[in-house]
């Protein structure tokens, strides 16, 4: 299995309440209500922490689950929310995109 790395998608407004990520897609403006584990991944997106390590540092101690199960679960769910359009995924680290449309340097 490929390393996964994960980015929030810079496109997307996101609050946090009550512990839970709050997430309106500049897409189509469609309100998302992350669980827990969706909102662990979603802080966790930094696109330079494989979704791997997220797992064994954040996941599975919060969860007491095995690490095997915990990634294929956070993959799944990691894919999910990339559908649509909150998360960014690619088997290298992501370079932040430009906020002012320009190009990275």
Known sequence: MSSLYLARNPRVAA???DGEMMIMSGR???LFTLNQTATILWKSADGSTPLQVIVEREI???YEVEASEALRD????ARELAG??????SEQPIVPENPAGGESR
């Open 60 to 62: 599975c101690p919060a």
């Open 84 to 89: 649509h359009g909150i998360l960014r995924i």
């Open 15 to 17: 609050r946090s309440l």
């Open 74 to 77: 956070a993959e799944t769910l």
């Open 28 to 30: 189509d403006s469609t």
